[in-house]
């Protein structure tokens, strides 16, 4: 198991490198001279050149790359352009919100939604099964935007249990998670289905009641094990697609986390936060995936050794 996580692991420092050039030339392709930016409109020439030099843009350009690496090997993700606050503070700051509400949103949508799976799957084309599916239908069509306003409206407007926004106390997680993962619950239990009615067509499990033992035993014991594999792949991808798609929701419930900071940054230009936040959602997608591999791997030794 060690030989290949250090495998996965050394694999990585290649994509790693490409990810950090993608971000890196961000900020010279965008429209605008970041300079200019930083210097202000009414800035002279020599103000904005004077940036440009603060700026290191004065440089070649691989030697421009190689500072950026240096520095994010450091820690140093550069100055905000609109606080002037360091941007790995302005992150720290943001991400431990953001990393909770995923990490519930996630939780409660593997939970209920391996659960509504299990259910269909036994149940599979009776009314427990439909209502499942029905339910299931509804997470993936419905905009999480959209649940999050009517959640807004019923819950916290009309009936006062909740409040409208912000991230003070638990309360104020539980509308943004539940509207962040709705689509994703509906997912694991789509799949979960699908995955344990194929599971339970399999030999090992008519051996298993061919030697007397229970339903509970066969799917939670065998069965379940087997047809977690696709769900734990699609969980640890909405995963990580949950830290860096949670702008909307984010914006939605005035939720202090990266996705609003992600759009105060846009609509400032603020492109050093911008451009760090790009990288640090880009490194978490890498990173989950490699998570992914390895839970796979355990639950599925044969892909060690492919």
């Known amino acids: ?81 609109k606080s002037g606050a360091a941007v790995s503070q302005l992150i720290g ?9 995923t990490f519930l949103s996630i939780l409660w949508a593997l939970v209920v939604g391996i659960l509504i799976g299990v259910v269909s799957a036994v149940f599979r084309n009776k009314w427990p099964d439909h209502l499942g599916m029905f339910t299931a239908v509804s997470g993936i069509s419905l905009p999480n935007f959209w649940v999050g306003l009517v959640l ?12 409208t926004g912000g991230a003070e106390g638990w309360k104020s997680y539980i509308m943004p998670s539940f509207a962040l ?32 033992l229970g339903s509970r035993q066969i799917i939670f014991g065998h069965a379940l ?20 798609g949670s702008v909307v929701v984010e914006t939605v419930f005035s939720f202090p986390g990266l996705g609003t900071l992600l759009i105060d940054s846009i609509q400032f230009r603020d492109y050093p936060v911008v451009q760090a936040e790009i990288l640090l959602f880009a490194v978490q997608f890498i990173v989950v995936n490699m998570i992914i591999d390895v839970v796979y791997s355990y639950l599925n030794p044969k892909i060690r050794y492919e």
């Open 1 to 81: 198991m060690w030989q290949y996580i250090v495998k996965r692991l050394v694999s990585l420092i290649p994509l790693l490198l490409v990810v950090s050039f993608i971000v890196f030339m961000f900020i010279h392709i965008i429209p605008g001279d970041p300079a200019r930016l930083l210097a202000g409109k009414e800035a002279t020439a020599e103000e904005v050149e004077m940036a440009r030099v603060s700026l290191g843009l004065d440089k070649p350009l691989y030697e421009q790359y190689f500072v950026y690496l240096k520095d994010l090997l450091t820690g140093n993700m550069g100055y905000s352009v």
């Open 93 to 101: 700051d943001r991400i431990m919100p953001t990393l909770g509400l």
């Open 152 to 163: 807004i409206q019923l819950f916290s407007v009309q009936l006062g249990i909740f409040p």
């Open 181 to 212: 993962g709705a689509g994703i619950m509906a997912m694991i239990a789509r799949f979960t289905r699908s995955s344990l009615v194929e599971s339970m067509k399999q030999d090992y499990i008519r051996m298993g009641r061919a030697k007397g």
């Open 225 to 244: 094990k087997n047809s977690l594999i696709p769900v734990v792949t699609v969980a640890g991808l909405q995963f990580g697609f949950l830290l860096g």
